[in-house]
């Protein structure tokens, strides 16, 4: 069983990608729009990702979408993507963490150089 359920429907005029708790079908983000388009054109995710039939890339695209919208909701007053709270900087070095669950050197660096 999956502990996040990603549906997307890409093909739509104003595409949606929604998140969903896995183990009680909960809507837990939605993006519609520019949203899903600025999550393309960030990286965040991809649409090979969010269609593979692999449920680790599944489950990590749905962990990339949960980080960017707890960064999102943490950080409104300051915009989409302001990641210079404590909190931000957290979930950014979360973000580049490693295989292993274990934040990554790189993602500590940038933690470490915000601050």
């Not at 991809?46 to 960017?68: G, I, K, P, W």
């Not at 950080?75 to 979360?94: K, V």
Request: glycine share 6%; hydrophobic share 40%.
């Amino acid at each position: 069983m999956n502990v996040l359920r990603i549906d997307a429907w890409m093909e739509r005029s104003e595409p949606v990608i929604k998140l969903h708790s896995g183990l009680s079908e909960n809507l837990i983000a939605e993006w519609r729009g520019s949203a899903v388009c600025e999550l393309i054109e960030q990286g965040i995710v991809t649409c090979s990702e969010l269609f593979s039939t692999d449920r680790r890339v599944q489950q990590q695209a749905a962990h990339e979408l949960l980080l960017n919208a707890c960064a999102n909701s943490l950080c409104r007053s300051n915009g989409p993507q302001c990641f210079t709270c404590i909190t931000g900087r957290l979930l950014l070095a979360l973000a580049h963490s490693d295989s292993q669950e274990q934040p990554s050197v790189a993602g500590l660096r940038l933690y470490q150089s915000a601050s």
